[in-house]
């Protein structure tokens, strides 16, 4: 019971936030929210102190007979789900405290439903991470799909943020389907859609099939993940609250792709060429991404670029045939990647969320110290720096690429260096250099309040120390890694090279940013337009979409259609015009209206028999009586 507890707490938070939020206020809405996670984390302890142990199964629920084959709702809990789930509620409860105090300024204007919300997304988070079947997982799929719908979009009276969320949920969608398919596939292959089921069986059914099943499921990780080419949405997505984007970009929604891949390795695995797919998409997008953060300004798109990136380092690693060391980057990308868009979220607080872009701040350093402080520990994390919970998993993936092949490994280290450079450079301008706040805003920024400080400070801390728990969390997932000293140091150097050009670029100033911005524009444009798919996607697809869709409304429905009946009412109207003229006015009228005047005259004629004199009646009778002798002398003759 207690490991369904951990589900159903944040369900039970959602209902009683969503049912009587509007009646107990903001407040003690966001109380309830943390109190569901706070004590689903707790929970999950137990459980996953027992799954390391001996993996256990609670059945929930029998759902649908599908012929001989029941399909049932339950939970699975082992080592990666039990993990995971831990995880996911911690990461989950720090964001929600901190988001009681980015959010006070809006309490009184319906603000439960945020509350309410979040509480429905860790729920849906969780169903995917704990299911024990591929149905349940799509259900959670789904939930977190609309729950980020109603997140993103959360600010509705600004467009940005409505069409941000309508992109989030076609593109979504788009995977969704993909995803859908494949289960379908499975359950074809298969005949169960049970996860232990389908592991048993997976040595025993058509390879080729089996692959296709593969490639349909990794298309909707894809789109949960915004990997390249359903990306666009996830850097739009800043249009929600800060909290928001920590939540989604640390341990839920994106990070869903990666852990739906790991979860169903074992038929990942068996199917070797559709693992290729996963490692070049993941390679591809991880370079992409990274590209594209060094020309960005935007305060939260630049980190929501990362995100890509380092998802597509973790698919990579899948792709390659190292999973422990994709979840192990998981894990420590949660902590620092939170933390990073927490740090983002106290600058834009401290001006009362006007200020979104790095060049219109500078200097808050000595305004804002632990935010600041906050902010290069998940800097130096993301970077790989030692001793930074960053350095441990990216190099187990950068060790896993160079044994891979070495122009992998110099892929991978390659795409390390820009991270460093582009966190870097985001930091450096913020926190350094010229005050230019002083010339966007009026007020003199603060640093934020300790609701807001405390999780800051305490992913800070796993930031730092949750790297050291590797060994652990390999031997847990039944692998064993070692760190190669040699990549070790190289990653480390390589990484402080991207700092460096970083530093004497955008603090010591060695190189004008201006000068190097107007020699380097087309490329810096290249990489800011996200090698111009955005534009393709937005103008070209969803544009000539719109326009193709006009004109057919014009040619079909305007033209043929509309003219179609146009053209029938005039014939018709001209056709009853006729018959009312021709054959009403002109023949029943004139019959109708002649027999009329013909009585009317024949009457008027027979009335002036009716003279009132006497002598004319007898001349009358005797002129009748004289007729009528004729007439019977006629008929007798």
């Known amino acids: 019971m207690e490991a369904v507890l951990i589900v159903l707490l944040p369900l039970l938070s959602f209902l009683i936030v969503g049912l009587f939020g509007r009646r107990i206020g903001d407040l003690a809405s966001a109380i309830i929210t943390v109190l569901g996670s706070i004590f689903a984390f707790l929970l999950s302890i137990p459980a996953s102190t027992k799954a390391l142990s001996s993996p256990f199964s609670v059945p929930l629920y029998e759902f649908i007979p599908l012929g001989n084959y029941t399909l049932r709702l339950g939970l699975y809990f082992d080592a990666l789900s039990s993990l995971t789930a831990s995880l996911v509620c911690f990461i989950a409860t720090l964001i929600f405290i901190y988001s009681i105090g980015y959010m006070q300024n809006l309490f009184g204007l319906w603000t439960y439903k945020f509350y309410a919300y979040l509480s ?185 670029f990362s995100t890509m990136s380092q998802l597509g380092l973790m698919f990579l690693a899948l792709g390659i045939g190292d999973k422990s060391s994709a979840m192990f980057h998981l894990t420590t990308h949660a902590f620092f990647k939170a933390l990073l868009f927490l740090a983002a979220g106290s600058i834009i607080h401290a001006f009362h969320h006007h200020a979104h872009d790095i060049y219109e701040v500078g200097g808050l350093k000595k305004y804002m110290p632990l935010t600041y402080a906050s902010f290069f520990v998940g800097a130096l994390a993301l970077a790989g720096i030692f001793p930074f919970s960053g350095f441990w998993s990216k ?172 053209l029938t009412n005039f014939i018709y109207f001209r056709v009853v015009k006729f018959l009312w003229i021709k054959l009403d006015v002109f023949t029943v009228d004139l019959f109708v209206n002649g027999v009329a005047k013909l009585s009317f005259r024949f009457g008027k004629r027979a009335s002036l028999i009716q003279t009132g004199f006497l002598n004319n009646y007898v001349a009358f009778l005797f002129l009748g009586l004289v007729v009528l002798i004729a007439i019977i002398i006629y008929f007798m003759e």
Request: glycine share 8%; no cysteine.
């Open 395 to 566: 190099d187990l993936i950068i060790g896993s690429a160079y044994e891979a092949s070495f122009s992998l490994g110099l892929f991978v280290s390659f795409v390390s260096f820009l991270t460093a450079y582009y966190i870097f450079r985001e930091g450096f301008v913020m926190f350094y250099g010229e005050e230019r706040h002083k010339k966007h805003f009026e007020e003199e920024p603060q640093e934020s309040p300790s609701i807001m400080l405390i999780p800051m400070l305490i992913l800070a801390v796993g930031s730092l120390v949750v790297g050291f728990f590797e060994g652990w969390y390999m031997s847990v997932l039944g692998d064993k890694k070692e760190i190669h000293l040699d990549v070790a140091i190289s990653s480390v150097v390589i990484a402080l090279a991207g700092i460096g050009i970083a530093y004497l670029v955008f603090v010591k100033k060695v190189l004008d940013p201006e000068k190097l911005y107007q020699s380097l524009k087309p490329m810096h444009t290249t990489f800011k337009e996200q090698f111009f798919t955005e534009k393709l996607y937005h103008k070209i697809l969803a544009g000539g979409y719109m326009k193709a869709s006009k004109a057919l409304f014009t040619a079909g429905d305007r033209f043929i259609i509309d003219g179609f009946i146009n």
């Open 120 to 304: 429905f997304f860790l729920f849906s988070m969780l169903m995917i991470v704990l299911s024990d079947n591929l149905l349940g997982m799509f259900f959670g799929w789904e939930g977190v799909g609309l729950a980020s719908y109603l997140l993103i979009g959360y600010f509705h009276q600004q467009k940005y943020a409505t069409n941000s969320a309508f992109e989030a949920f076609v593109m979504n969608r788009i995977g969704d389907w993909l995803y859908l398919f494949g289960i379908f596939v499975v359950f074809y292959l298969f005949g169960s859609l049970n996860l232990l089921d389908i592991f048993g069986k997976v040595n025993t059914v058509d390879a080729s099939l089996l692959g296709l099943a593969v490639l349909l499921l990794f298309g909707g990780a894809v789109g949960k993940s915004g990997q390249f080419p359903l990306h666009t949405w996830l850097p739009n997505a800043m249009a929600g609250p800060t909290p928001v984007s920590a939540l989604l970009h640390s341990s839920t929604m994106v990070a869903a792709g990666v852990y739906m891949v790991a979860r169903l390795y074992p038929i990942f695995e068996s199917a070797p060429q559709s693992l290729k797919v996963v490692a070049v998409i993941g390679g591809l997008t991880a370079l992409f991404a990274s590209l594209a953060a060094t020309s960005h300004t935007d305060i939260k798109k630049i980190i929501a």
